[in-house]
C-alpha cells in the first residue's frame, strides 16, 4: 500500500505565497508521474500541474506564471510553490502520484488533501 500526505496548506491574504509539499510511501519501485488537482466548494477536482520523474512539467493556462511544480526523486516528494495568491484559488489541493510497487503496473494514488484559503 503507498500512502500520499500533504502538507503545507493554510490561511493567507491575496497577493501571498504558499509551498505544498506532499510525501509518498509505503511499496513504492518507481513513480511516474506526480501532479496537484484542486477542487473548489461544488465544483469538480481540476488540474493544477504535473510533472515526471525525468522533470517534465505541465500546467493549467491558467496558472502558468504563478505557480511551479518541482520534485525531489529521492524522497519521493512533489512540491506546489503557489505565489501571488488569489481569492479564488481557495481549494482543497490533492496530491497524485502514479506508483510501481510489487508489480508491473502503475496504480494511481491520491492524498487526503490539503486546505488553501486566501483572503484578507
Known amino acids: 500500500q503507498v500512502q500520499l500526505v500533504e502538507s503545507g496548506g493554510g490561511l493567507v491574504q491575496p497577493g501571498g505565497s504558499l509551498r505544498l509539499s506532499c510525501a509518498a510511501s509505503?511499496?513504492?519501485?518507481?513513480?511516474?508521474?506526480m501532479g496537484w488537482y484542486r477542487q473548489a466548494p461544488g465544483k469538480q477536482r481540476d488540474l493544477v500541474a504535473t510533472?515526471?520523474?525525468?522533470?517534465?512539467?505541465n500546467y493549467a493556462d491558467s496558472l502558468k506564471g504563478r505557480f511551479t511544480i518541482s520534485r525531489d526523486n529521492a524522497k519521493n516528494t512533489v512540491y506546489l510553490q503557489m505565489n501571488n495568491l488569489k481569492p479564488e484559488d481557495t481549494a482543497v489541493y490533492h496530491c497524485?502520484?502514479?506508483?510501481?510497487?510489487?508489480?508491473?503496473?502503475?496504480?494511481?494514488?491520491w492524498g487526503q488533501g490539503t486546505q488553501v484559503t486566501v483572503a484578507s
Open positions: 497524485n502520484a502514479e506508483v510501481r510497487g510489487s508489480g508491473s503496473n502503475y496504480i494511481r494514488y
Open positions: 509505503g511499496s513504492i519501485f518507481s513513480i511516474a508521474v
Open positions: 510533472i515526471t520523474s525525468g522533470g517534465s512539467t
